[in-house]
């Protein structure tokens, strides 16, 4: 500090520019003056003509040794010459020599001067730098003191980068943050940090330049990013990451990164928002689901996501019945018995009514095994999350969890209540959405009831090979309303809005009216296809009332599975009493129309059309049919061959051992009553006579001769080609 104040007191005007030209021009005016003056007086006196050199003092000193050699020069040149000699001798050295001698004397005079006032301006130059240079020094080290003072002192951890980015500074919050000593962590860079620190996620820290950079020039500054590091004991912490550039224009003389650690209840209540948008963003996806239930199961993927479970299940509430809409479990797991029995309903709505908890496995009523079985896979509890909002409960989650039994924290209810609320918006839409479309569907299958000329029977006729004659045909129905698709689809459709009945009821009539305008021909049969439950339905039964039932065969469909063969016999009975012979379908496609088969005891079993067709040389195919027919003549019943496409396929079941009825495209397509059959087919009849023949065959009766009569359910089944 003396140093500098000395400096600034005795610093010449040279080392300021505007100065150094001033006192240039003052030398200037002073030794024209002085000229000006000897000129005046005819000659001037030593000590007017010496004042020359103070006029060389300010040339050298305002330039230097160049400064005070031009003064000198100029001193000389102006004032030599008017100089008197000092002596009388003209013969004196001085008389002869003293222009020059003074002119000498002046440039030596400058250049003593300007070369002195150049050394010492140079010495106090270098001084001055010294001290300067001491002076950043201390300030530089003072600055940084305090920096690490303050870095030092921080609550928050700090990271400092340089331009390169690696890291050469970190703090006692950071280093107590991370885990990890600052020696071990000095000189590394964002990606080494992560590895360091074992991040899974390591763009979480290595933040590249660029990303900044863009964001910088955005106008915007990097979001904060939360990280979460293994702890001692295998805790976990939560870290806020915020990266800043070192200065506020460019990063590239580094970053800085403060890392502050977030509260538990602070990262589990960000977590929780984040579940909520999932699921949230959810409901937006199940907007397109085919079903309620299709939508359900989404949401119970999306909230097993986020919850641990091992299964889970929607269920219902209305006015006097709980319904389960979907049910999820953990995958790879095996079936799991029902998390709750029809008759644990009353319970599960009174948990729900309760609100949110978690509550023993064994608190719901369920088979005898279905605790065991729950517990044997992790699960612990049971979760109640009731459905509802707005003061409406419309259902209940019930999952089977991994968590234990007990009391929810405040926190957790809430989230799980908003769960509930979000879920129960989104099956309520899903609800509605299904609504409105069972609606259009409903409204659909009434205009065809309303109107039955918009369902016309077609017939497919069923041929007796070894008797070479038509032995019966099958009702098959078409429709002529709109949307155009496959009969099947139509009467799936009335089954879901529960106009099944009624829709095959109506094919029944529809049948039965053309086979008897049509008189069905003599000595054949008409089939007609009826789901087995709907057999005892009182519209099908109404519609075969005045069936002629000897001449009817009531062909068993496999659309679902039989839970009561009981119950299915005695649908089935009066029937049968009356003369009616019974089918079944599909037998071969699977272990439901074998079963058919072996409670019903049918008169006839139809061969599944993929069993059939295109046999070829497919030897086993073809053994499988052999023992089907076997099958059916041990059982007293006579095989049809469904499927029948091609004539190599005909000729193959031609040479078939035992009575065997024949149906499909290579036969005749379905058409109006009564389609011709493909030539060659019909015609004299074989040595051996077929069972399948013993029906009546008196003048064409119809078997459906009074009134609206039976009629097939048209099954809306594909033609049986």
Partial sequence: MATERVWQATRLPMTVRGRRWVLLGGAALELLAVYALVRLTGGAPNPLVHLAYLGIACGALGGGLWGGLLAGLAAGLLLGPLMPDSTAASVSIVGQWGWAIRLAAYLGAGGVVGWASDHTQRSWRAAHQAALAARTTELRQASEARLAETLEAAAEGIL???????????????????????????????????????????????????????????????????????????????????????????????????????????????????ELADLQAVAEATAGATSAAAAAEILLAEFARTTPLVAAAIYLFDAASTQRLAVWTAPGSDALPPLMPPEAASALRGLAAQGVQRVPLDRLPAPPSGPAQLAARGARAHLVVPLGANGILVGVLLGATRLAPGPLAPDEVAHLRASGALAAGIVRRALADEEAAQQRERRRIEAVLADPELLVPHFQPIVDLAARRVAGYEALARFRAEPVRAPDRWFAEAGAVGLGAELQALAVRRACAVAQAARLPAGTFLSLNISPRHLADPAVAAALEHAAFERLVIEVTEEEAVADYGALRAAVAPYLARGARLAVDDVGAGYASMRHVTELRPDYVKLDALLVRDLGDDSARRALLDALVGFAGAIGAVPIAEGVETPADLALLARTRGPLLVQGYAIARPGPAWPAVAPGLVGTPATRRSRALSVPTGPSVSPCPDGPGPAHTLSGQAPSA
């Fill in 160 to 274: 400092v980068f340089d331009g390169s980015l690696r890291l050469v500074r970190c703090n006692a919050a950071a280093e107590a943050l991370l885990g990890q000593a600052r020696a071990a962590l000095l000189g590394l860079t964002p990606d080494q940090l992560a590895d360091a620190l074992g991040l899974a996620a390591r763009p979480e820290l290595a933040l590249i330049r660029a990303r900044i950079e863009s964001a910088i020039a955005a106008g915007t500054l990097p979001p904060a990013r939360e990280v979460e590091l293994a702890g001692p004991g295998g805790t976990r912490r939560v870290l806020e990451v915020r990266v800043r550039p070192l200065r506020a224009a460019t990063p590239d003389e580094g970053l800085v990164l403060t890392l502050h650690e977030v509260s538990a209840a602070h990262a589990l209540a960000a977590r929780r928002a984040a």
